[in-house]
Every structure is written in structure tokens, then in C-alpha cells.
């Protein structure tokens, strides 16, 4: 079972529209939980980092856990053409390595 | 600052030949991680370097791959005899610890193609 599961399929939003992400993982020990986001040709850059559980703000990004369920979140407000990317969450395991799903494309159509 | 800087950006091989990937870390980062994207995946971990020494390599698929960073700061990803399965991008990053709290900063990488 990988660490971390997220269903690859593309989204396409108008601007202005909420974007909602989701993965879910599996070990119940995790408690670092990331989204990275890649624009295309280029590595990952940090997005969200969040400890635990709970919700995490910043700007028109909000993170959030719910470990009861093993499931991790990420919503963009006010979607923008900047914001079309792949987003990849990820969970913190071992000796600081990343553990990544398999992204999501989004695609926000002006 | 500079940013993890990684060459060449493009490689393309022949089959069963020998290549070599570079990482710059970003400076004064002790840690440093390569690890494999394939089309359409995200990321996966291949090894983490702490200083000159490799603290974790359970993420090398196997024998033919290799990596150094012999003075704690530039490391160099080696693959032996090549295979197509091994085109894929290869992503470092740098931390400035390797605490679980660290951000990791990944270079652009360096798009592998095996002919």
C-alpha cells in the first residue's frame, strides 16, 4: 500500500471558482503533511505544511487534515490562471524523505 | 539567493551507456535528497544525504544506481548501463537540517531519455 494515495484526474475550473484537492494516506503514525505545487517543466516548489491535524490559511490557500479519517485537503478560493499547475501532496516518513501522490493537473480557464 | 541548481537539464542516451546527473543544494544546506519522477507520477524518493554521508538509500531501485557528495555540498547521481525504463526526471533537493520541519527546495531537474 503506498504512503499516499491521490486520484491523478485533471480538473478544469473557470477563474474565480473554488478548487478543492484531496489524497488520502495510510499510515496513522504520519504527521507531516505538505502540498507542493509544480508548474510544468519545473521541480516542486512548497505550497502548504501542516503538523497533526487541523486547518492551515494562507491567502486563498487553506490546508486541512483529518486524521480520523486519514485524509488531507487543499482548497484554492478565488482560482486564478496563475494558479494552473500540478498539485502534489505529500506526507513526511523515515529520515525526513517525502512520500508524494500522483498529482493533480488544474486547469484555470480565464 | 540562489536557488538548487541541477545539470545538464536535458540527457539523452543509448541504452546501456553510463551518465551522470549533478545537484548543487542551495549553500550551507546539510541535507540533500534525490529522487524520480515519472510521466504522470509525483516524485519518488531515491536517497537522502546528510553531509558527505548517505543516511538513507533504501529508495534506489537497484545496483546500477549510485550517488556521492563526496564534500557535503555537490552531489552527483550515477546510473550504470542504462535502460529505457530509467528515462524519467530526476529531481534534488536541499534542507537546511533534514529535520522532519524542513522545507525541501527542489531543483528543476534533469529530464533523463534512454534511447
Known amino acids: 500500500q503506498k504512503e499516499v494515495e491521490q486520484d491523478p484526474g485533471p480538473l478544469s475550473v473557470p477563474e474565480g471558482a473554488i478548487v478543492s484537492l484531496n489524497c488520502t494516506y495510510s499510515?496513522?503514525?504520519?504527521?507531516?503533511f505538505m502540498w507542493y505545487r509544480q508548474y510544468s517543466r519545473k521541480g516542486p516548489e512548497l505550497l502548504m505544511y501542516?503538523?497533526?491535524?487541523g486547518n492551515k490559511e494562507d491567502g486563498r490557500f487553506t490546508a486541512q487534515v483529518d486524521k480520523s479519517s486519514k485524509y488531507i485537503s487543499l482548497f484554492i478560493r478565488d482560482s486564478q490562471p496563475s494558479d494552473s499547475a500540478t498539485y502534489l501532496c505529500?506526507?513526511?516518513?523515515?529520515?525526513?524523505?517525502?512520500?508524494f501522490g500522483k498529482g493533480n493537473q488544474v486547469v484555470v480557464i480565464p | 539567493g540562489a536557488g538548487v541548481s541541477q545539470t545538464p537539464s536535458n540527457k539523452v542516451t543509448e541504452k546501456g551507456k553510463y551518465v551522470e546527473l549533478r545537484c548543487d543544494p542551495i549553500?550551507?544546506?546539510?541535507?540533500l535528497y534525490w529522487y524520480r519522477q515519472s510521466l504522470g507520477q509525483g516524485p519518488e524518493f531515491l536517497i537522502y544525504?546528510?553531509?558527505?554521508?548517505?543516511?538513507?538509500d533504501s529508495g534506489l531501485p537497484n545496483d546500477r544506481f549510485f550517488a556521492v557528495r563526496p564534500e557535503g555540498s555537490v552531489s552527483t547521481l550515477k546510473i550504470q548501463r542504462t535502460e529505457r525504463g530509467d528515462s524519467a526526471v530526476y529531481l534534488c533537493?536541499?534542507?537546511?537540517?533534514?529535520?522532519?520541519?524542513?522545507?525541501?527546495?527542489f531543483g528543476p531537474g534533469t529530464r533523463l531519455t534512454v534511447l
Open positions: 549553500s550551507g544546506h546539510t541535507a
Open positions: 501542516t503538523y497533526s491535524s
Open positions: 544525504f546528510q553531509g558527505t554521508g548517505a543516511a538513507d
Open positions: 533537493a536541499s534542507s537546511l537540517t533534514g529535520d522532519n520541519t524542513d522545507t525541501q527546495y
Open positions: 499510515n496513522s503514525a504520519f504527521q507531516y
Open positions: 505529500a506526507v513526511v516518513y523515515g529520515n525526513n524523505r517525502l512520500a
